[in-house]
């Protein structure tokens, strides 16, 4: 079995440029997180989706997006980089039945360290 | 006010110390209550998670949750070397969303 997988590994970007973070989640999961983690913070949530359709969202703005393919892979695209966008990525999977209540575990990724120069 | 606080450490102990690691929170609505590993440069791997109030064990690691006091702690017994990462509480309620604390680093000294 798989667990989940993220590229790239590392990312360095400028301010006002565009990113596409990929994620490929953990065989047999239908949901995919993504969380923000900057240095010395934990995770923030940023969204989750559930077989393609956006879930759930935190207090990120829009300029961060993303989408689910039919084989519950993800991306995170976020345009018009600021400095503070600098953190680590995560992508996090899980297998949800009705799609939002109640216990499930999320596997996480490696992550990916976006550097916003 | 943060929904989760958690003092970030860092902690250092001897070998074969007992850890501590506590949180405490505001939203009463959370209902499991989780603690996370993460070494450098990983993601967070799931250590034990909780459901209501109570304690939970799993070999070195205890659980424990105080819905009245809005309170849990991760104790770990027999520390090892390789126990050295930061531990991250994190809580949610029924729907989909995971609030994490910022961790505590931890060290543990041979």
């Known amino acids: 079995e798989t667990g989940v997988t993220q590229s790239p590994t590392h990312l360095i970007k400028t301010r006002g440029q565009q990113v596409t973070l990929r994620c490929s989640s953990q065989?047999?999961?239908?949901?995919v997180s993504w969380y923000q983690q900057a240095l010395g913070q934990g995770p923030q949530f940023i969204f989750q989706?559930?077989?393609?359709?956006?879930?759930g969202r935190g207090n990120f703005p829009p300029r961060f997006s993303g989408l689910q393919f039919p084989n519950y892979s993800s991306e995170l695209n976020v345009n018009a980089l600021e400095l503070d966008d600098s953190a680590l990525y995560l992508c996090?999977?899980?297998?949800?039945?009705?799609?939002?209540?109640?216990?499930?575990?999320?596997?996480f990724g490696p992550g990916t360290r976006l550097t916003v120069l | 006010q943060k929904e989760v606080e958690q003092d970030p450490g860092p902690l250092s102990v001897p070998e074969g110390a007992i850890v501590s690691l506590n949180c405490t929170y505001s939203?009463?609505?959370?209902?499991?209550f989780m603690w996370y590993r993460q070494y450098s440069r990983k993601g967070p791997e799931l250590l034990m998670y909780?459901?209501?109030?109570g304690n939970k064990e799993d070999g070195r690691f205890t659980a424990q949750v105080d819905k009245s006091s809005k309170y849990i702690s991760l104790f770990i017994r027999d520390s090892q070397p390789s126990d050295s990462a930061t531990y991250l509480c994190?809580?949610?309620?029924?729907?989909?969303?995971?609030?994490f604390g910022a961790g505590t680093r931890l060290f543990v000294k041979a």
């Open positions: 996090a999977s899980s297998a949800l039945g009705s799609g939002t209540s109640g216990w499930n575990e999320q596997f």
């Open positions: 065989s047999g999961h239908n949901t």
């Open positions: 989706y559930y077989r393609e359709e956006e879930n």
């Open positions: 939203n009463s609505a959370f209902q499991y």
């Open positions: 909780t459901y209501s109030s």
């Open positions: 994190a809580m949610k309620g029924g729907g989909f969303k995971t609030i």
